[in-house]
């Protein structure tokens, strides 16, 4: 059984123990590039008078830093700036950062949500997540503060509310033209609990006159499910999916030389496994081994980690 490349669709995916941003002042834009920029944004709004010049956080690079780091640097701007990518020949356009959570249910799909008419994207499919907005001044930017923007798009896209200390860093997502994607693992949460709260948030914003961002949420757990779904689809979401489908696959056991390892109490190399195959890092069988397992799996997830001659499983 082969694995179809997880880079399809142009975006990779970083496996991240560490994430620090530094912020940096935001390049200059040519004369002749604004006004260029204000034709495109006035057209932009014109077509969807529900776009907004809102203030929004910029990536302007992506390096490693030790041992599964990376450091982002990020500065201010806002959403006018992203006009520029319509304009043919553009050099002052900025790449995006965002945030996205992987909502599980029990029994190991995933929530993606769809863009509703009065959203800058409609129809498209996507994790619930958004841009991220830059902090106060004095504040910081920082991984606690995207897992509270995270947590705050989860509850106002889907309803599903929960502490952001309960989000997860689970990877990162970078695209061809340099967009991160900053992604967090929620806890599984029953498919019931998760229609239920998507149903009384469409009601409450009914009620109050107000368009959702989402108005419609599926439960997906493989590539096929995304291509089922119909209509545009973000570019993280397939490759994303990608990575869930195998480590489905292998913490199930529907692979023969994975059961056997799974009966071997061996969580951990399960997912250094899986993650060999995609060229990704051992950040993963932390969550893996914990879904599998149950909390008890984080020590032998653990010694894994610390110890790679362990975990040199079939390549």
């Known amino acids: ?19 620090r941003l530094v912020e940096a002042a935001a390049p200059p834009v040519p004369p002749e590039e604004q006004r260029a920029m204000h034709r495109a944004w006035d057209e932009a709004v014109h077509a969807n008078p529900s776009l907004f010049d809102g ?36 050099t002052a356009c900025l790449p995006s950062l965002f945030v996205s959570v992987l909502q599980p249910t029990d029994d190991g799909r995933v929530l993606v949500g769809r863009m509703s008419s009065s959203t800058a994207a409609p129809g498209r499919w996507q994790l619930p997540g958004g841009s991220v907005e830059p902090p106060p001044a004095g504040k910081p930017l920082d991984v606690a503060a995207l897992g509270r923007h995270a947590a705050r798009e989860l509850a106002e896209e889907t309803g599903v509310e929960l502490p952001a200390e309960d989000l997860t860093l689970w990877c990162l997502t970078r695209a061809e033209n340099g967009t991160i994607g900053v992604q967090f693992l929620a806890p599984a949460r029953p498919e019931s609990l998760l229609g239920e709260r998507f149903t009384a948030l469409l009601s409450d914003g009914t009620a109050r006159g107000e368009d959702p961002e989402l108005d419609r949420t599926a439960l997906i757990r493989s590539q096929a499910d995304v291509t089922a779904l119909g209509g545009t689809q973000v570019d993280y979401l397939e490759p994303v999916m990608h990575t869930v489908q195998w480590q489905a696959l292998l913490l199930s056991g ?43 799996a984080r020590e032998e997830a653990e010694r894994a980690w610390r110890d790679p001659a362990r975990t040199s499983g079939p390549r």
């Open 55 to 90: 203030p929004v956080v910029a990536c302007a690079g992506l390096a490693p830093e030790g041992h599964h780091g990376f450091v982002v640097t990020w500065v201010r701007t806002t959403y006018r700036r992203h006009a520029l990518r319509r304009v043919p020949g553009a």
């Open 254 to 296: 529907a692979l023969p030389a994975v059961h056997a390892l799974k009966d071997a109490g061996l969580p951990a190399v399960l997912g250094l496994w899986m993650l060999s195959s995609l060229g990704a890092s051992r950040l993963f069988p932390f969550h893996f081994g914990h879904w599998l397992r149950g909390p008890a």
């Open 1 to 19: 059984m082969t694995d179809p490349s997880p880079r399809a669709s142009g975006v990779s995916l970083l496996a991240v123990r560490r994430l």
